[in-house]
Structure formats: structure tokens, C-alpha cells
């Protein structure tokens, strides 16, 4: 008897690419949907669809399934460009791959699934999902290096009740080496980065597109005025480059370097932009944090205690203490973590298992930065 319909998310790579065999040859019926999410100044140069399509479409013609392409632009610019702009606005830095995750890959992508008569959808993240007592679960990949539960931790439980990851126990070594001896031209296909509609571009120049510039003067967190920024927007803490701060000024490595700076905080109220020199600057490292935005895979908050964590992709696992408060939560650090950025996410995890999490709305650093800054003249 053959297994149910799944409609498999085809972006062209090579990661869905084989996710798709894997399930056809599983003995699901299996149909590709490449997605558009992105039409604003989409080209060749920065960030094209159309190339990824004509993978997409090769890879089903190779393994022998259909192909549906669909457009969900309008649905990522309300759900998640808007949110991306408007957060950008108020000086943090958003996520946009796990909103996407959440609003168009796993709920317009499931919903347009489901209304073909799939029972399932399947995507190439390396992630897992199991049942368990009663419950789905999102477990890291078996390969930690490619793991993306960080990304999905904002999946519910009817969306994991549906969702197929097929390499979450495989390294991406296999997955190229199956991808090439089954004869997919894509098997050597670079992995993209970063996210689909600003592409290798300037980032700077991209937001700048959006978003006003609005100059305001740059102090260290001891005080000093050191140069000028061109608005809060355009900066995300632990900023290195880009910042504008040269020569040979301030703290000094033991070989008379001037050590780098980088970006330490944002007065919003003065429109003052806080750097620190050194990259162990206390004012870069937090203690402790506290998140909104919560979601909870399980549907509910895990009790209060131990948990390991990540405030950052591809971070390792930090040992923490949670506190769960009414619509947010706390983490306190056993280590002082660098760069935890509000707007980023702060996901837990116990053990394999990951619990879900929440948005960073603020931290406390490792040493007391100076009283906020007055409104400057």
C-alpha cells in the first residue's frame, strides 16, 4: 500500500532536493512546490528565483515527481518583511529565517499543501521530529554542525503533527555524495546564506532603501565621544566592521596594536550609538537576559531550572537558569555570553529536545554601562 501524499518544499538546492528522493523512494507520493517569497529587485546578481526554479525543476524531472511553483510574496512582506522593517526601526535585530519559518514555510506553505491532499509537508532542514508520550517533539539534527532547530523552535505542535524532516540523521557529506551518484546536477550547488531578499548585496545599502538615515553622535560606554554614526538602525551589537573608528586610539594589545571596536549598545532615547575597544569589553558580554515573543513547542512553558541554550546560530550550548514569567522568561548565564542582541532569538534546549523560545527584548551586561545618555542638542 503506498504512504500518504507529501508535498515536499523544492528551493532548488541540493539539501530538498534530497529530501524529495528520499521520500519518493520511500514510497510516498511526492510533489515538489518551489516557493516565491521575494519580488522586489529580484535579479540575477543578488538574490534570483528564476535560476532556483529551473534547478527545482530539473531535480523533479530527475527524480520523477511534479512540480508546483507558487507565489507567497505578498504573504512574506506582511508577515515578515513588515516585521523585519519595523523592528530594524526600533534599533534590534530581528530574525527573519525563523518568522519565515513559522508564518510562510510552515503555515502558508502547509495550508497550500493541505489543500492538495497532502497529509504531510517536508522541507531539508536538518532538524528531526519524534512523538512522544503523547506529544511531537523537535529534536537537534544527528549532525550538530548543520543542526537548525534554532531556526524552527517556534513550531507548534499541529505544524510538527505534519511535518517530515528526511535528513535530520544525516551529515551533508552523505547528502551531497547520494545527490551526485543519483545523477542531480545541483549536488555541488553552493548552500545560500543569509537571507533571500538582500543576497550577498551591502546590507547597508539594502536597509537604506527601507530606512532613513538619521546621523547621531557614536561615545564609547565609558563616555567619550568618538565619531559619528549614520542611525541606530544600521548597527546590530557586536558589530565590527563598518563602524567608522580609525587609527591608533585607545586600548592598545600587548604588541602596541590598537585594539578593535565594536558595537556595544544603542541609547535610542539620544539617538547615541555605544561602542566598547576589545572584543572581552564587559559591556559586550550579558549575564543575563529576558525574552518576549515566547512560543513553546509543547504548547506551554517547561518548569523553571537548568537548561542548556543558544542566543545565536551555530553557537555552543550554554548552560543557563530559567525563569519562566508571565508572558516572557529569564535566562541567567553560568557563563557571561557575548553579543546576546535584542531581537535575536534565545532558544533552550534539554538535551536533544528543543523546548522552543522566545526574542530577546533585553540583557544585562557583565558590568554596569554608564547612566543612560540626555537627549543631546
Known sequence: MAKPRVVVGLSGGVDSSVAAYLLKHSGYEVIGLFMKNWEDDDNDEYCSSRQDLIDATSVADVIGIEIEAV???AEYRERVFADFLREYSLGRTPNPDVLCNAEIKFKAFLDHALGLGASTIATGHYARVREFDGQFQLLKALDASKDQSYFLHRLNQAQLARTLFP????????????AARIGLHNAAKKDSTG?????ERPFREFLGRYLPTRPGPMRTVEGETVGEHIGLAFYTLGQRKGIGIGGQRGRQDKDGTSLPWFVAGKDMGSNTLLVAQGHDHPALLSESLVADTVSWIAGYAPPAGRYASKTRYRQADSPAVLEVLDETFRLEFDAPQWAATPGQSAVLYQE?????GGVIASTSALQQKPAPLAVLP
Do not use: D, T
Not at 535528513?167 to 547520494?178: F, I, N, Y
Not at 536533544?352 to 522552543?356: K, N, P, R, T
Open 71 to 73: 507565489n507567497f510574496a
Open 167 to 178: 535528513l535530520g540523521a544525516l551529515k551533508k557529506s552523505e547528502v551531497r555524495a547520494l
Open 195 to 199: 537571507i533571500c531578499f538582500i543576497g
Open 352 to 356: 536533544e529536545v528543543c523546548l522552543g
